[in-house]
């Protein structure tokens, strides 16, 4: 793309202003139609198939696309560039001479530098908001699906259950800020299988309750949630119902999951067992690990059993797989299983109808430290802890934000070292200008003002360089995030690549790099101001 751009800016250098800005937008309409030419190819080549890994093609085609997409905007600045630059020279003396020292001929070597100043304060520019950018879709997707898979605040004791929870469920349902507000016992125990064993959490949750489960019915991908309430109707499931999973994906894991969630209920034969095994979800890569598939037996292991003569024994169980979900994170794919409230408090002996918490989510999630302030005083009789999504992923949190900011400062380090290209950029530039310098001086112009001047020189530097990398990086994201650069989900749990436009982000990065390039020019713009005229007509 550079070695374009300089080819086509060397070749019609020397031509009309009018005939080089047309051939410039013609060049530019060109790179923009090879852009929409390769993403509408790209998206002709993606074909529903049972490898969820992008096809090569895929991705350099969209990838090929962004560069198409740089290519006209940087020939665009080819046009509205000079035109910026003609209305800075109606500004005050020190922005017109700091504009015409950067517009006029010099030195081949001057040239050289001063070209690698801006290249490096743009390159450094971009490189910065495109890391914050990924980084932020990153923990943005990992923020939602943590938030879509876990309660927004939790009511819980910090050992064993609790009673009489009714009246202060319906309490905290009242609440303006909560959506819903349902009971969970869970506890850890072992799944075991023919082939396989695993530990698990195992959940058990409400299927009556379809708002505070709209997550797991939408992401279930084999069986139906009504398999948990009602488990007799797993011994009349369909082939395609009954299909294995694996950790390779599925030809099309939404449209598998409604077709099946759209039929009627299997019907049992009047026949049926009166005793049925309860019914159990796991995720799919807990599915894939222990073979299993819907229909499928499992055997349940609770180290909290009875007590024998040789010390406890452990309490297990039978289960039957009523589905299998896939959340998109692989902790919980792995970790979490499913069953009915009567269950689990059965199998964790949980008497008098005690649960472990009481999960709440709320309309927006954000509003989470209004409604710990609401529902603290409620929960305060019954010794209980409130905490809200904030404080249960706190460390995770923290460390993205640390993250963050750890390569923000790295990052920043690119720019500083660009920043020295703008130093012995203006040192020569004070070597080469000195008969200009003297001839301003016996003018009468003052050490300030020339000192103004070339901060000005270092300041156009900064602002046109981050300008240029702020801005490129800014298109960049809009059409990664529009187009979407595909991933292999097995490697990365993730189906594109995610990108988040933070305008906060974007405008720190930008004025840190102005700054930057100011400060960068104090030196030799002060060496400017203490030049005498005596010193600069001295070879003259």
Not at 260 to 281: C, H, K, Q, Y
């Amino acid at each position: 793309m550079l070695i374009d751009l300089l080819l086509l800016w060397l070749v019609t250098r020397r031509l009309r202003n009018r005939t080089r800005n047309v051939l410039y937008v013609i060049q530019l309409v060109l790179c923009l139609a090879l852009a929409v030419a390769e993403v509408k190819y790209s998206f002709r080549l993606v074909k529903p198939g049972l490898d969820p890994t992008p096809p090569t093609a895929v991705i350099l085609l969209r990838l090929g696309a962004i560069v198409a997409v740089l290519e006209a905007y940087f020939l665009s600045t080819l046009l509205w560039m000079p035109w910026l630059f003609d209305r800075m020279e109606k500004m005050p003396a020190e922005v017109l001479i700091a504009v015409r020292q950067l517009r006029a001929r010099k030195s081949g070597f001057l040239t050289a530098i001063s070209f690698l100043a801006f290249l490096g304060v743009g390159l450094g520019s971009f490189a910065l908001c495109m890391t914050i950018a990924i980084m932020g879709g990153f923990g943005n997707d990992l923020k939602t699906k943590i938030l879509g898979n876990n309660a927004h605040v939790v009511l819980d004791r910090e050992r064993g259950g609790f009673t009489n929870w009714r009246p202060l469920l319906a309490r905290v349902r009242a609440v303006p800020e909560v959506s819903t507000a349902t009971p969970l016992v869970q506890g850890e125990v072992m799944v075991t299988s023919q082939t396989n064993l695993s530990g698990v959490i195992l959940r058990g949750i409400d299927p009556t309750a379809t708002e505070s489960l709209i997550n797991l019915r939408r992401d279930l991908i084999r069986g139906r949630l009504e398999y948990l309430a009602e488990p007799r109707h797993l011994d009349r499931l369909s082939p395609l119902e009954r299909r294995p999973v694996s950790a390779r994906g599925e030809e099309d894991l939404t449209n598998a999951g409604s077709n099946l969630r759209r039929d009627p209920l299997p019907v049992v034969a009047p026949g049926a067992p009166s005793e049925t095994l309860p019914g159990i979800i796991v995720g799919r890569e807990l599915a894939s690990n222990l073979h299993l598939a819907v229909g499928d037996e499992v055997r349940v292991v609770s180290p909290f059993g009875s007590l024998g003569p040789l010390g406890p024994i452990p309490k297990t169980k039978l289960f039957r797989v009523a589905g299998i979900f896939y959340s998109g994170m692989y902790e919980y794919d792995t970790k979490y299983a499913y069953v009915t409230i009567p269950v689990a408090q059965r199998f964790f002996n949980h008497r008098d109808d005690a649960i472990t918490a009481i999960e709440v989510r709320l309309h927006e999630v954000d509003r989470s430290d209004a409604v710990l302030a609401a529902v603290r005083p409620m929960a305060q009789g019954m010794n209980l802890r409130v905490r809200d999504w904030k404080e249960l992923n706190q460390n995770l949190f923290r460390a993205l934000k640390l993250e963050k900011l750890m390569i923000f400062l790295l990052l920043t380090v690119a720019i500083i070292v660009a920043s020295f290209s703008i130093v012995a950029t203006l040192l020569l530039l004070v070597t080469e200008k000195g008969r200009e310098i003297a001839v301003l001086k016996a003018m009468g112009a003052s050490d300030g003002f020339i000192t103004r001047v070339f901060v000005a020189v270092g300041g156009l530097i900064g602002v046109v360089g981050s300008s240029l990398g702020t801005s490129s990086a800014l298109i960049v994201a809009v059409v990664a995030r529009r187009v979407g650069i595909p991933l292999d989900p097995e490697v990365y749990y993730i189906e594109r690549l995610p990108v988040i436009i933070a305008p906060w982000d974007f405008s720190l990065i930008f004025v840190t790099a102005v700054i930057i390039c100011l400060l960068a020019a104090a030196f030799p713009a002060w060496l400017a101001g203490r030049l005498r005229p005596v010193e600069g007509l001295r070879l003259d």
